[in-house]
């Protein structure tokens, strides 16, 4: 017996009230484009759940997409049956006879959110399992810890039979919760940092510093593949890189050596700031950790954050880097990140850099100098390309909508 559905639970978008209709949308969303290369899938939902219908497509393949999408707390394999008795029987014949074998146990979870069915949930536990320990030889019941447990749900529409649930992803549908700008570095932080923002509903779209001829094409590349990494959770994401090479060489000139790297901060965040604004982002996140480097103590941040007022989310500030690392493999861009290559920070880092920056010392340096004009270049000339994931570089993800 083949399973025709996939069965999706919504987790913690059913706590959403009012705004569900959008955070359902978005998860449609997600599925429809993590689910593109199978395109007979249909895809229905509902107020408490939603059901891709499978139409011959491979279940296992679309199992393993549907781990990897925010909003999804758990989903089950099933099979829609008519509210019949004698279609139910069969059903669940088939489908647990599929499964069995020589010794395994079962037991029944009908659940009823539906009252108007024939039989209520001691009738379906007595009549279909007195159908199956018929029918199937060798089968036993064990109500404590089954091998197979058959949960029979009836509804309005129809019923639906289970018998294994998959854990989700969790967190919240990507874009539910608005669009933030990513500061995209090539090192291992700042990837994972866009991954938790984007389970937590963030649309993202990735900002990275280029400073060429100091870093190369090659430390280019790395964000690019990245970005695809990123990719694969939404089917696209736009990266802006932002030429950097000049304001760098300015502030070498212009600023003492050791707030050379506060100054630098700043004004990653000013531009960042602007791209925000023109792409109508509502916030910043990036990769930092308390304590981590120079520029990661709190003085630092203080000194650095005071270019803006914009929300600057930093999903790993709590966070250990050993737990980092375990999460950048987790999510497979590590090996994306251990490859060597030139950071613009670390090119131009002072040998010394400022651990506790003043604010009114990076002031009054910075107030020898007008950046703003160079700041409105930088913006102007970037370059924005969509980067999609590595196996979909191809289809045409505009087509599904
Ligand atoms: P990462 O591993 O993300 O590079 P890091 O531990 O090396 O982080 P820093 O170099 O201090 O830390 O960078 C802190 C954060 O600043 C990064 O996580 C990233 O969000 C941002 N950042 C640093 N360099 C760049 C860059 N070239 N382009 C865009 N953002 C950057
Ligand atoms: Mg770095």
């Known amino acids: 017996m083949k399973y025709d559905r996939i069965l999706i639970r919504y987790g913690e978008i059913s706590t959403k009230g009012r705004n569900r209709n959008k955070f359902i949308d978005k998860l449609r969303k997600s599925v429809r484009l993590a689910l593109a290369p199978f395109p007979n899938i249909k895809v229905e939902s509902s107020r408490d759940r939603m059901y891709v219908l499978l139409n011959g497509e491979n279940g296992i393949d679309i199992i393993e997409k549907l781990k990897n999408i925010f909003g999804i707390q758990s989903f089950s394999p099933a099979i829609k049956v008519d ?31 539906d009252k108007t069915f024939e039989l209520n949930t001691e009738g379906i536990n007595h009549t279909i399992g007195g159908h199956l320990l018929e029918n199937i030889p060798g089968l036993k019941v064990d109500v404590r810890n089954p091998d197979i447990n058959l949960r029979i749900e009836v509804r309005k529409e129809a019923i639906y039979l289970s018998c294994e649930t998959i ?67 939404y089917g696209s994401i736009k990266l802006h890189i932002v030429p950097f090479t000049d304001i760098q060489q300015t502030i070498r000139e212009q600023i003492p050596e050791n707030y050379s790297m506060t100054t630098t901060r700043r004004m990653m965040l000013r531009i960042t700031d602007e791209i925000r604004k023109r792409q109508e982002g509502l916030a910043i996140v990036n990769g930092e950790s308390l304590g981590q480097v120079a520029s990661q103590t709190l003085e630092s941040m203080f000194a650095i954050n005071e270019v803006t007022n914009t929300p600057i989310l930093r999903p790993l500030i709590t966070m250990d880097k050993t737990d980092i690392i375990k999460l950048a493999q987790e999510i497979d861009t590590l090996e994306i990140s251990n490859r060597p290559f030139e950071d613009c920070c670390t090119i131009f880092v002072p040998s010394s850099p400022k651990t506790k920056p003043k604010r009114e010392k990076v002031q009054h340096y910075e107030s020898y100098f007008d950046f703003e004009p160079m700041i409105q270049v930088a913006v102007q000339e970037v370059e924005t390309i ?9 289809s045409n993800f505009d087509s599904l909508f």
């Open 167 to 233: 854990q989700g992803a969790g967190g919240l549908p990507v874009g539910s919760s608005g669009k933030a700008m990513l500061m995209l570095s090539g090192g291992i932080d700042s990837p994972v940092a866009g991954y938790l923002a984007m389970k937590r509903g963030l649309e993202i779209e990735a900002v990275h510093f280029f400073s060429p001829p100091f870093t190369s094409e090659r430390s280019k590349e790395k964000v690019i593949d990245l970005s695809k990494k990123l990719a694969e959770i």
């Open 386 to 394: 969509v980067v999609k994931p590595v196996d979909e570089e191809q």
């Open 83 to 113: 509210r019949n008795v004698e279609a139910l029987k069969q059903a669940s014949f088939e489908l647990v006879n599929s499964l069995f074998k020589e010794g395994q146990t079962f037991k029944i979870t009908p659940k009823r959110s």
